[in-house]
């Protein structure tokens, strides 16, 4: 396959992880951001600057052979009233790439959805692709809203797309932000011996997944040709953890107790997404392979060499 994968978010933390990956493979990579990120790869191009219109993706794209749309500006908690948020910051921009693509018959696009904000509780089963989804934050009705463009896209110009859904992704380079991973905003409040607010009573379950398997994934699929239309692809362990269990695997990796206040659980908070790997498995011969305990090990190894 000849052309450059394109990575649009490739500052973030899943961005950057993916890039470095795709380096090591061999890829050419344009990486595109909104601040400056140091690869030193020769087949990097690092771009910087914010795109918001169908002239500023079209050169970009006319070298690519793939897109990875990794970019979002919003959480499901930054955009708790505030609609317009997600609006501008993450659908006028994909509109706008999905308009340059129009004409470009020989790109496929890899677009990063959501898991936890899409999947509305099912009981103590999994949440798998065709499940009907049921957003409670206009951050996920964003998400959801993008992949209906993205659908839309694919019908109407016969083209190919994969649409990935991650489950609560953590690793090594995920910084402290707000609203951004609890796995950082805990390990900051366990260094500092500060007091972790948490939403609810601990018990709501998420599905934990490893950068390195995400990524691992995402290149498997960039590495086969994409069937026509958007197909979705839920990328997660498969296994469910509580926050209070998190916690305490937190705990056992620093050997340090994590001191938490729990307060009234928000209207955006969904009690227990946990996701079905099954067709990750089938299509792609993915499984995660991190399990937690030894992901957040080296997770606090990096934080404690990267923070103090």
């Not at 400056?36 to 006319?62: I, K, Q, R, S």
């Not at 501008?88 to 706008?96: D, E, K, Q, V």
């Not at 609890?182 to 609810?200: F, S």
């Not at 955006?268 to 992901?295: C, I, N, W």
Request: charged residues 20%; hydrophobic residues 40%; aromatic residues 8%.
């Amino acid at each position: 396959m000849t052309g450059s994968i394109l990575v649009l978010g490739a500052g973030g933390f899943i961005g950057q992880q993916l890039v470095r990956s795709l380096v090591h493979h061999g890829e050419q990579v344009t990486a595109a951001s909104r601040r400056h990120v140091e690869f030193d790869a020769a087949n990097v191009e690092t771009l910087v600057g914010a795109l918001c219109e169908p002239e500023d993706f079209a050169p970009l794209v006319a070298r690519a052979r793939a897109v990875v749309y990794l970019a979002s500006t919003s959480t499901p908690g930054s955009s708790v009233a505030r609609p317009m948020e997600d609006v501008i910051g993450n659908l006028l921009p994909l509109t706008a790439m999905l308009q340059a693509l129009q004409d470009r018959a020989d790109v496929d696009l890899l677009y990063l959805s959501s898991g936890g904000t899409l999947y509305a509780s099912a009981g103590e089963g999994m949440s798998s692709e065709a499940m009907h989804v049921r957003p409670l934050s206009y951050h996920g009705a964003g998400k959801i809203a993008a992949e209906y463009f993205i659908s839309a896209w694919c019908s109407q110009y016969s083209r190919k797309a994969t649409i990935v859904r991650p489950s609560n992704v953590y690793g090594p380079g995920q910084s402290e932000r707000v609203g951004f991973g609890i796995v950082p905003t805990a390990l900051g409040k366990i260094q500092r011996n500060e007091t972790l607010h948490v939403w609810g009573d601990g018990s709501a379950v998420r599905d934990y997944l490893y950068i390195d398997d995400l990524v691992r994934l995402i290149t498997a699929i960039l590495a086969k040709p994409m069937p026509k239309g958007a197909r979705v692809i839920n990328a997660c362990s498969g296994k469910g953890t509580s926050l209070n269990e998190l916690f305490a695997v937190l705990e056992a990796v620093t050997g340090t107790a994590l001191l938490c206040s729990y307060e009234t659980s928000r209207s955006v908070d969904v009690s227990r997404v946990v996701m079905d790997p099954t067709l990750a498995k089938q299509e792609y011969d993915f499984s995660a392979a991190t399990p937690l305990h030894e992901g957040l090990r080296r997770t606090w190894v990096w934080w404690n060499s990267t923070t103090r």
